[in-house]
Nanobody, 118 residues
Framework: QVQLVESGGGLVQAGGSLRVSCAAS????????MGWFRQAPGKVREFVAR????????SYADSVKGRFTISRDNAKNTVYLQMNSLKPEDTAVYFC???????????WGQGTQVTVSS
C-alpha cells in the first residue's frame, strides 16, 4: 500500500503562484509514476500532470503547459506541482495519485483545495 498526503493548497489571486506537495509513504519503492489531477465543482476529475518516478520525465495537460511544473524529490518521497500564472479556471480540488507500475493510478490522496480569485 502507498499512502499519499497533499498539502499547500489555498487562496491566491489570478496571476499568482502556488505550490502543492504530495508526500508518499508505505511501499514507495513500488511507485512507477505519480500524477496530479483536479476536480472543479460540477466537473469530472481531469488530468493535470504526471512524472515518471525513476527519471523524472514529466508530461502535462495542454491547459497547464507552460504554467505548471511537476517535480519530485526521491529522497523525501514527495512530488510537487508548482503553479504559476494561475487563472480562476484553475480553481479545483487537486489530488495526487500513484501508479505502482500497473498502468493505473491505484492510490489517491485526500485532495487539497486551490482557489484562484479574479
Amino acid at each position: 500500500q502507498v499512502q499519499l498526503v497533499e498539502s499547500g493548497g489555498g487562496l491566491v489571486q489570478a496571476g499568482g503562484s502556488l505550490r502543492v506537495s504530495c508526500a508518499a509513504s508505505g511501499r514507495t519503492f513500488s511507485i512507477y509514476d505519480m500524477g496530479w489531477f483536479r476536480q472543479a465543482p460540477g466537473k469530472v476529475r481531469e488530468f493535470v500532470a504526471r512524472i515518471r518516478w525513476r527519471d523524472g520525465n514529466p508530461s502535462y495537460a495542454d491547459s497547464v503547459k507552460g504554467r505548471f511544473t511537476i517535480s519530485r524529490d526521491n529522497a523525501k518521497n514527495t512530488v510537487y506541482l508548482q503553479m504559476n500564472s494561475l487563472k480562476p479556471e484553475d480553481t479545483a480540488v487537486y489530488f495526487c495519485a500513484a501508479d505502482p507500475g500497473r498502468a493505473t493510478y491505484e492510490y489517491w490522496g485526500q485532495g487539497t483545495q486551490v482557489t484562484v480569485s479574479s
